[in-house]
């Protein structure tokens, strides 16, 4: 089985651009998504009704990469177990600081050209460490701010795969397809690393704590230089 980790901001058109690489693939590969999210989602509902075998895991309290990267095992079995030849994993990086992607697995980062040019820099390692980076929504933007928009994020990470793919009408998902089609197979996460590590934490308020002021911050705190 193939495993694909596809992560991008919220709203990039990452479950558009899943569905339509599914749609390109359904004739000769099964395909299986878990989607990641945090408080609530309904994609799971949309891969239901293409008859994509879907598992949802909401991370609640928790960061949605740290979630996934504590439960990726277990959702390739479940892969393997309902018999997918490629397994999605869809996360939302929703802090721009964590990445979900894992060494010799195929990385995708989905962003969307009315996210602003400065966006690229800000996204980090989810960016940075994709080996294929899907640009959505060219339609609604020029060919010049297309084309900016392409040199910012080729800047970012110049050794990734830059795909333009219309979330709504398809086009491009049938090359991103074929992309996917060249992962290496995978039967286990285990004993593989994360391409970039999770952000240091621990500290009274990843634990609960809501009062503020420095006698409830314990752990791991970084205060800011405010002298001038």
Same mark, same amino acid.
């Given at each position: 089985?193939? #495993?694909?980790?596809?992560?991008?901001?919220?709203?990039?058109?990452?479950?558009?651009?899943?569905?339509?690489?599914?749609?390109?693939?359904?004739?000769?590969?099964?395909?299986?998504?878990?989607?990641?999210?945090?408080?609530?989602?309904?994609? !799971? %509902?949309?891969?239901?009704?293409?008859?994509?075998?879907?598992?949802?895991?909401?991370?609640?309290?928790?960061?949605?990469?740290?979630?996934? #990267?504590?439960?990726?095992?277990?959702? *390739?079995?479940?892969?393997?177990?309902?018999?997918? !030849?490629? &397994?999605?994993?869809?996360?939302?990086?929703?802090?721009?600081?964590?990445?979900?992607?894992?060494?010799?697995?195929?990385?995708?980062?989905?962003? !969307?050209? &009315?996210?602003? *040019?400065?966006?690229?820099?800000?996204?980090?390692?989810?960016? %940075?460490?994709?080996?294929?980076?899907?640009?959505?929504?060219?339609?609604?933007?020029?060919?010049?701010?297309?084309? *900016?928009?392409?040199?910012?994020?080729?800047?970012?990470?110049?050794?990734?795969?830059?795909?333009?793919?219309?979330?709504?009408?398809?086009?491009?998902?049938?090359? &991103?397809?074929?992309?996917?089609?060249?992962?290496?197979? !995978?039967?286990?996460?285990?004993?593989?690393?994360?391409?970039?590590?999770?952000?240091?934490?621990?500290?009274?308020?990843?634990?609960?704590?809501?009062?503020?002021?420095?006698?409830?911050?314990?752990?791991?705190?970084?205060?800011?230089?405010?002298?001038?």
């Amino acid at each position: 089985m193939k #495993v694909i980790t596809v992560a991008g901001p919220p709203s990039s058109g990452k479950t558009s651009v899943i569905l339509g690489v599914i749609d390109a693939l359904k004739q000769h590969q099964k395909v299986g998504v878990v989607k990641f999210d945090c408080l609530n989602t309904d994609d !799971d %509902k949309l891969y239901e009704k293409r008859g994509v075998p879907v598992k949802k895991g909401l991370s609640g309290s928790m960061c949605p990469d740290h979630f996934f #990267v504590s439960n990726i095992e277990e959702c *390739v079995q479940w892969g393997i177990a309902q018999g997918v !030849d490629i &397994l999605i994993s869809e996360s939302a990086g929703l802090c721009n600081r964590c990445s979900p992607h894992i060494k010799d697995v195929k990385a995708v980062c989905v962003i !969307d050209n &009315l996210s602003g *040019v400065a966006t690229p820099k800000k996204i980090g390692p989810m960016l %940075k460490s994709a080996d294929i980076v899907v640009i959505t929504k060219g339609d609604i933007v020029s060919q010049a701010e297309r084309e *900016v928009f392409a040199y910012r994020v080729k800047n970012v990470n110049p050794n990734a795969i830059i795909l333009h793919v219309n979330g709504i009408t398809g086009q491009g998902a049938y090359e &991103l397809a074929t992309v996917f089609t060249d992962a290496p197979e !995978d039967i286990t996460m285990n004993g593989k690393q994360l391409r970039f590590s999770m952000p240091s934490a621990l500290c009274s308020y990843c634990l609960g704590e809501t009062r503020i002021g420095a006698s409830y911050q314990m752990g791991n705190v970084r205060k800011m230089e405010m002298k001038e």
